[in-house]
């Protein structure tokens, strides 16, 4: 019996076994064959994804450490065509919530290109939007009809804002839906504020989970200018503007010492948060900032230079008498005053004081082409000043020798006519005046915050074009000059000297028209320790055609304001306490 | 005799057939048992390192989340400390802008006027990696570890 059953048992053990046997075999030959090795590559494949990380842009700050600029969170909306949806549903959403077209979105989302499994419906939607439509979403879920939103995505990332809106916008510029920075700081510093972004393969198997990689945001930027005198200059900007009937204006503040701008306004400004005005507010060939990138004949105030040129040169001292008949024959052409008066014996304090073009284009014609146009250059004319803004123009300053230079440049340019410059050339070559000789390189950036350190950035001198001597005899001069024509930019408790500019403006036709003029006044103190220089620039303003009555007014409330911003107290206050100490 | 006397004795004391089967089939069952605790250890380590990995996952994306939060928060702040909106409420609490005329100055010896910011912040976090080589390494990583870092015998007094 026992026999009878054993090969049987042996039997079906047997075939057991062989069973097992095989099953072994095929689990080795699963795990072994070329068909294994493609699925755990293809599996390897799966298990990464390249994903590519945007470090946040650094944010920009003012002196003081208020944020000009900034970001804030956007979502992108999109579809997971995984996921089961009513097309009908998602389509109506983005009509009502995302503003978009539904026949179009209806397309996007039943109409994907091959392969394609995320469909993105918009970007950049606003947080408050992006929020409502995530509300609806939820209310929508257990929707029994099977019209729900589960395939919506939100991705969040972040977008450039600019939570004071149109302040600075000049200076700052903007940055565009590419996350790339467009005039002004934004431009300048793109790349030391984008930071690097990396794409990384990132495993999206758990089991080799990784840490986020290092990669270090923008650097924030610290600025030279002060939010609080920002704001008052475009205020007051606007109004003389305004007032003044002027088609634009400039103001900028700088300290002389170091080249730092305090406050630079131009028009017109846009909000920043809403670059969709740049093409209205800026039409055409219309610069983005006028302080650095639009070139005019500045006249008068150009005098400086040249009386700057002529004293260190020693072709005229203060005492230097020259008689002024109203009439100048150079090069074939006849200059007149600005009156077209004549003004009688003046030394070259009352020349500047009662800006007479005949005086001035005596002194550089007497100093000769070399001597003159050396000084212009080495001044910086007709050459950037390498401020740290996208977007300077050199502007023109034409040279014995060049096909459109005629001998009577040499007089027509001592006193502004004939070239062209950009306000903040003009400044940084006052700058030497005002700083004893030495030219300042005019920046905006204070310092670059990275990896929390601060890295300040030291004061440049680009230049020194006069010496010491004739930037101290000729501060006083222009100070004597202000006090004696009783200027209107004179402001109580402090020396200031200074210099008014009405500059006709050249026609197309040739000529010049003498209705329409560039206003202007630059002017710094106080005298004897200069803190602030302040160029004031009115474009064609209707109300009046002198610098003296419609620029050098916002000077005065420029310096007003200033001095109680940065708590510099009245010259005798000052006085008293540097000699009490 | 003898022979059959001996064979009659371990007859005796033979295991008898059920009983060799029986401790065959207890050992195979050991055997099994064993095997089935690792792989039961395995898997539940296996599941654990899982789900730590996916914790950390969502923690990355945590994190982004919160850079980015912090940063709108900061956007916004600045927004509602903009100059336009500190000028309005300054106003309507009744301070005006100070005109010159208005200022009086005091000499304080010593004192140093305000200058910029500086914006320089704690030493930051160092960057060493935040996941442990415990939650990556292999065993085998970890025991290399620990004889690289077992010092030689016989070292300096």
């Known amino acids: ?581 | 005799m003898h022979i059959e006397n001996v064979t009659q004795i371990v007859q005796k004391y033979r295991q008898a057939p059920w009983r060799a089967q029986r401790q065959w089939i207890g050992l195979f069952l050991l055997g099994l048992v064993g095997v089935a605790m690792v792989a039961g250890i395995y898997v539940n380590i296996t599941t654990r390192a899982d789900l730590a990995g996916r914790d950390i996952q969502i923690v990355n994306d945590e994190i982004l989340t919160h850079q980015q939060e912090n940063a709108d928060y900061d956007t916004q702040l600045a927004s509602l400390t903009s100059t336009d909106s500190m000028m309005k409420r300054a106003e309507a609490i009744g301070f005006q802008p100070v005109t010159p005329d208005e200022m009086t100055y005091v000499v304080v010896p010593g004192y140093q006027p305000k200058g910029p910011i500086n914006m320089s912040s704690a030493p930051q976090l160092s960057s060493a990696p935040l996941i442990l080589p415990a939650y990556t390494e292999s065993l085998f990583d970890w025991f290399a570890n620990q004889i690289d870092a077992t010092p030689p015998s016989g070292g300096q007094p």
């Open chain 1, 1 to 581: 019996m026992n026999n009878a059953f054993g090969w049987r048992y042996l039997t079906v053990a047997a075939l057991l076994g062989v069973v097992g046997l095989g099953v072994l075999v095929q689990v080795v030959h699963l795990q072994t064959s070329p068909e294994a090795q493609r699925i755990t590559a293809d599996n390897e494949f799966y298990n990464f994804t390249w994903k590519t990380y945007y470090p946040a842009r650094g944010d920009i700050y003012d002196r003081n450490g208020n944020l000009l600029a900034g970001n804030k969170t956007v979502y992108e909306v999109g579809v997971d065509l995984h996921t089961t949806f009513d097309a009908n549903t998602v389509a109506l959403a983005a009509q009502m919530y995302l503003g978009l077209d539904y026949a179009s979105a209806y397309k996007m989302i039943t109409q994907p290109d091959a392969g394609v499994v995320y469909v993105v419906l918009k970007d950049f939607v606003p947080a408050d939007k992006a929020e409502a439509l995530m509300a609806f979403q939820k209310s929508v879920q257990n929707d029994p009809t099977g019209h729900n939103l589960a395939a919506l995505a939100f991705k969040p990332h972040l977008e450039r804002s600019y939570p004071e809106g149109s302040l600075a916008a000049n200076l700052l510029g903007f940055v565009l839906q590419d996350g790339r920075g467009y005039y002004g700081v934004e431009e300048k510093y793109n790349n030391i504020l984008a930071g690097v972004p990396q794409t990384l393969l990132v495993p999206t198997n758990p089991n080799q989970a990784a840490s986020l990689p290092d990669i270090p945001p923008g650097a924030n930027l610290i600025l030279t200018i002060d939010r609080d005198l920002q704001a008052y200059i475009e205020q007051l900007l606007d109004k003389s503007v305004q007032d003044s009937g002027a088609a634009s204006g400039t103001i900028i503040v700088m300290n002389p010492r170091n080249g730092e701008i305090m406050a630079m306004a131009t028009t017109p400004r846009m909000d920043l948060n809403d670059t969709t005005q740049y093409a209205t507010l800026f039409p055409g060939s219309t610069p983005y900032d006028r302080a650095i990138s639009q070139a005019f004949e500045p006249g008068s105030v150009l005098k400086i230079l040249t009386m700057a040129g002529a004293l260190d040169s020693k072709t005229v001292t203060p005492d230097t008498t020259f008689l002024d008949t109203g009439v100048f024959n150079y090069g074939g052409a006849t200059i007149h005053n600005w009156n077209d008066g004549a003004w009688g014996l003046q030394d070259m304090t009352g020349c500047l004081a009662n800006s007479l073009n005949v005086c001035l284009a005596w002194v550089s014609t007497t100093m000769g082409n070399d001597p003159f146009y050396s000084y212009m250059k080495r001044f910086g004319l007709g050459h950037l000043t390498g401020i740290d803004l996208a977007g300077e123009v050199p502007g023109r300053l034409k040279l014995p020798g060049d096909g459109d230079w005629y001998p009577v440049d040499l007089a027509t340019n001592a006193f502004g006519q004939g070239v062209a410059i950009t306000p903040i050339q003009l400044v940084m070559a006052a700058s030497a005046i005002a700083n004893g000789g030495k030219m300042v390189y005019p920046h905006i950036l204070y310092a670059i915050v990275q990896d929390g350190k601060q890295h300040n950035l030291s004061p440049q001198i680009v230049g020194t074009p006069i010496s010491a001597d004739t930037a101290n005899t000729l501060n006083n001069m222009l100070a004597v000059a202000l006090e004696t024509e009783g200027s209107r930019g004179l402001v109580t408790g402090y020396r200031i000297s200074g210099k008014t500019g009405t500059a006709e403006i050249p026609s197309p036709t040739g000529g010049y028209d003498s209705t329409q003029t560039n206003a202007s006044f630059i002017g710094w103190g106080p005298t004897d320790n200069p803190q602030f220089m302040v160029y004031v620039w009115l474009e064609r303003p209707t109300s009046s055609i002198w610098g003296s009555l419609v620029a050098a007014p916002v000077f005065k409330q420029v310096v007003q304001k200033y001095v109680v911003l940065e708590g510099i107290p009245p010259d005798s206050i000052r006085l008293q306490q540097s000699n009490g100490h």
